[in-house]
């Protein structure tokens, strides 16, 4: 399984720094994966939904942990790539756009 697209949104509204879409071969898309920086490390939370009971639940995620750290591997790269391209003029998104 190979990532061949990745897409980001940054943002800037509070842990939340971007959002996520990841193509796989050319052929599945996940859309609504999370960058989030806790203050002590970033990490890509998968897309989710919440419940009746308020806890949220992953509508798609990889089932062993190599996955996992291929997929937040490349989007964390891909996150930094871009944020490093935008520049001191081009705005961010806040929690307001």
């Known amino acids: 399984m190979e990532i061949t697209d990745i897409k980001i949104s940054l943002r800037n509204d509070g842990l939340l720094k971007g959002f996520a879409n990841i193509t796989f071969?050319?052929?599945?898309?996940v859309k609504g994966l999370k960058i989030i920086d806790n203050g002590q490390r970033m990490?890509?939370?998968m897309p989710s939904r919440k419940l009746g009971d308020g806890r949220y639940q992953d509508i798609a995620h990889p089932i062993n942990s190599k996955t996992r750290a291929m997929i937040e591997s490349a989007v964390l790269e891909?996150?930094?790539?871009?944020?490093a391209e935008c520049d001191e003029t081009s705005a961010i998104s806040g929690p307001d756009d």
């Open 25 to 29: 071969d050319n052929a599945f898309v």
């Open 43 to 45: 990490f890509v939370s």
């Open 78 to 83: 891909y996150y930094r790539k871009k944020l």
